[in-house]
């Protein structure tokens, strides 16, 4: 494959591998400036984790068709930081297990969801407004999921995680701004 060619098929990848990240992690879409999916959640359910398991193994699959020595330097480049988002995205699932082992992890999605909403002037306060209705209700959800799918946590991370939720808590309570 020359390297035109190559690049070509890389940039198809990364294209699709950005849109459906960005689909699969709203919150992170969000904070990356990208305001298609505002009003929506990551699915942290067991069944939300095998949709991303199989994304992480499509886009693998997809990735290895490409050699990398086909690829112009620049994008010999991605193509490497791709595959190690990808090993840095299955270590966190098979090896850290956050949305098994540390309620941290849901504060953190549900704070990191909200409060650009809430702080950041990016859109009009209607629209910001509409998209903040949607997460809350969709908060039941990952609260849900939290529950079904936290073991024992470590008694630092529960107290950690319940002070955090009393911020969480103030700033729903503060407004828009």
Same mark, same amino acid.
Request: proline residues 6%.
């Given at each position: ?7 070509? *098929?890389? *940039?198809?990848?990364? #294209? @699709? ?7 699969? $992690? ?11 999916? +505002? ?18 193994? $499509?886009? =693998?699959?997809?990735?290895?068709? /490409?050699?990398?020595?086909? !690829?112009?330097?620049?994008?010999? /480049? ?6 190690? &988002?990808?090993?840095?995205? &299955?270590?966190?699932?098979?090896? !850290? @297990?956050?949305?098994?082992? +540390? ?19 990016? #859109?009009?306060?209607? $629209? ?5 209705? @949607?997460? !809350? $209700? ?6 849900? *999921?939290?529950? #079904? ?5 470590? =008694? /630092?991370?529960?107290?950690? *995680?319940?002070? &955090? ?13």
């Amino acid at each position: 494959m020359n390297a035109a060619r190559a690049d070509e *098929a890389f *940039a198809a990848v990364s #294209a @699709k591998f950005l849109a459906s990240y960005l689909r699969l $992690e709203p919150v992170r879409a969000t904070e990356l400036g990208d305001h298609t999916h +505002d009003g929506t959640w990551p699915d942290p359910s067991v069944e939300g984790e095998a949709r991303a398991r199989s994304f992480i193994a $499509e886009t =693998r699959a997809a990735l290895a068709t /490409i050699p990398a020595a086909d !690829l112009s330097l620049e994008r010999r /480049i991605d193509h490497a930081i791709l595959g190690d &988002q990808l090993d840095a995205w &299955q270590f966190t699932l098979d090896e !850290l @297990k956050p949305r098994e082992l +540390d309620p941290l992890y849901y504060t953190g999605l549900l704070g990191d969801g909200i409060d650009p909403l809430v702080t950041r002037s990016f #859109a009009p306060i209607a $629209e910001r407004t509409a998209n903040l209705q @949607k997460r !809350l $209700e969709g908060v039941p959800a990952v609260v849900a *999921a939290a529950r #079904a799918r936290l073991g024992a946590p470590s =008694r /630092i991370h529960t107290e950690t *995680a319940i002070e &955090q939720n009393k911020g969480l808590v103030a700033l729903c309570d503060g407004g828009l701004s």
